[in-house]
């Protein structure tokens, strides 16, 4: 009996696969290739914060231009937060499904599967710096100001509680119809919204403009890639 238990306990520990070793096992034979980790288990929203502390402690802005260059190309969901539990059978189900458009696996982040558990994950390959001319335009990373420069266990930190939000605004400019599509920190949120219904509101006060040009809205091409970078839309 003793002996059975100890081969049954044996067992478990060489079913336990941790983070690191899944790390160290891409860096020596697949660096450069998308890795996705999806977890069903009680607690394992911890390897999305260990991740992203990886990240940063390597130095490696919060950016998937950051992390392509350097060939780090990481998804990861877990089917809880790290302070929940996981309950059978409704991951796979109430989480994951399929970009036509991108031909590629999605996630809902934070969306609830059960009383107990949310989703909860990060693409680190998701472009942070607002860059809309495509894969290989420069990142505006470091030119963004230093507020929003923020690291990965910062984006991490607010999956759950967005820390920005961004917006259509409407306006004139040099006496013509115009639209700026502006990104506000979440603490200035109420006060960006109060003034604009009151009158000319300076962008530079309450976030930066992404994208800007004349008419009464975005173009269509142009506000479908704004979409897909924005934290939060507004409209």
């Not at 238990?5 to 160290?24: C, D, F, G, K």
């Not at 999806?38 to 914060?49: I, K, L, N, P, S």
């Not at 392509?68 to 539990?85: H, R, T, Y």
């Not at 991490?156 to 400019?173: A, K, L, M, Y």
Request: charged share 20%; proline share 4%.
């Amino acid at each position: 009996m003793e002996s059975l238990e100890q081969e049954t306990n044996a067992s478990r520990m060489a079913l336990y696969v941790s983070l690191q070793e899944i790390l160290a096992l891409y860096f020596d034979y697949f660096r450069g290739k998308l890795l996705y980790i999806f977890t069903d288990f009680c607690y394992f929203g911890h390897w999305v914060v260990e991740l992203a502390r990886y990240l940063d402690n390597l130095g490696i802005g919060a950016c998937g231009h950051q992390a392509m260059e350097q060939g780090l190309l990481f998804k990861i969901v877990a089917s809880c937060e790290p302070d929940q539990k996981a309950a059978d059978g409704c991951f796979s189900s109430g989480a994951l499904g399929f970009d036509d458009d991108d031909k590629n696996i999605t996630f809902a982040t934070h969306h609830k599967l059960s009383g107990s558990q949310n989703v909860y994950g990060c693409d680190f390959t998701h472009t942070m710096c607002y860059q809309l001319d495509g894969p290989r335009a420069p990142c505006r990373l470091p030119e963004m100001p230093a507020k929003y420069r923020w690291q990965w266990k910062d984006i991490i930190s607010t999956i759950s509680n967005p820390g920005e939000r961004t917006f259509v605004v409407r306006g004139r400019d040099k006496g013509r119809k115009a639209w700026h599509f502006v990104v506000v920190p979440g603490c200035l949120v109420e006060s960006f919204k109060a003034a604009t219904t009151v009158g000319v509101v300076g962008v530079s006060d309450y976030g930066f403009s992404v994208a800007s040009g004349f008419g009464d809205a975005p173009p269509d091409d142009i506000l479908k890639k704004l979409i897909r970078f924005a934290p939060s839309y507004y409209n």
